[in-house]
């Protein structure tokens, strides 16, 4: 069964740092580009950020508003994203979804991880 | 303010057809045909019901539809049933690699 399972979120304070994992079952994880979602309570979808296949360059796009805070990282040997979050802010409290990214559409998502920043 | 602009709510009887608009620019909805829709219930995890503009996901029902013209995609649910009720929200790639969402419409079966 295809799956993505995140993990890491938690309380954090603000100006805190806090990675998420997400680990990933049932394809061929390197084949494919990752991208991270969220959604603020109360709020709408968010997107934040997705990374490249190796093969495509691995490289990264972000949201403005976590631009030069968040990094999304990838280790094909372990089946594993990361998205590194530094310099958290309230506003970033969220939950954070981990999915198989298409540019068309995303069909596979993680199950959320619920990141709180609050003093 | 979201980069899409959706109606906030829209509502219809059980066997009703609806329509949620959502509108862009030629930066992402019109320079596009990477539009999507999800289907979103408190505490699940968003559900993909249409991708590249009118494609729908195995296992989708056949009574949702997605349709573009110019920068304004939407999304036609026809023979609405209760288990419709939920929040939807468009989505599109843009000229900035980004991706952008509309703020939902939150729809209700009556």
């Known amino acids: 069964e295809v799956q993505l399972v995140e993990s890491g979120g938690g309380l954090v304070q603000p100006g805190q740092s806090l990675r998420l994992s997400c680990t990933a079952f049932g394809f061929s994880f390197g084949d494919y580009d990752l991208s991270w979602f969220r959604q603020a309570p109360g709020k709408g979808l968010e997107w934040v950020g997705f990374?490249?296949?190796?093969?495509?360059?691995?490289?990264?796009e972000y949201t403005a508003s976590v631009k030069g805070r968040f990094t999304i990282s990838r280790d094909d040997s372990k089946r594993i994203a990361y998205l590194q979050m530094n310099s958290l802010k309230t506003e970033d409290t969220a939950s954070y979804y981990c999915?198989?990214?298409?540019?068309?559409?995303?069909?596979?998502w993680g199950q959320g991880t619920l990141v709180t920043v609050s003093s | 303010q979201s980069a899409l602009t959706q109606p906030a709510s829209v509502s219809g009887s059980p066997g009703q057809s609806i329509t949620i608009s959502c509108t862009g620019t030629i930066s992402d909805i019109g320079g596009y045909n990477y539009v999507s829709w999800y289907q979103h219930n408190p505490g699940k995890a968003p559900k993909l019901m249409i991708y590249d503009v009118s494609d729908r996901p195995s296992g989708v029902s056949s009574r949702f539809s997605g349709s573009k013209s110019g920068s304004t995609a939407s999304l036609t649910i026809s023979g609405l049933q209760a288990e419709d009720e939920a929040d939807y929200y468009c989505s599109s790639f843009t000229s900035s690699s980004t991706v952008v969402f509309g703020g939902g419409t939150k729809l209700t079966v009556l």
């Open positions: 999915t198989r990214w298409t540019f068309g559409g995303v069909m596979v």
């Open positions: 990374i490249r296949r190796k093969g495509h360059g691995g490289t990264t």
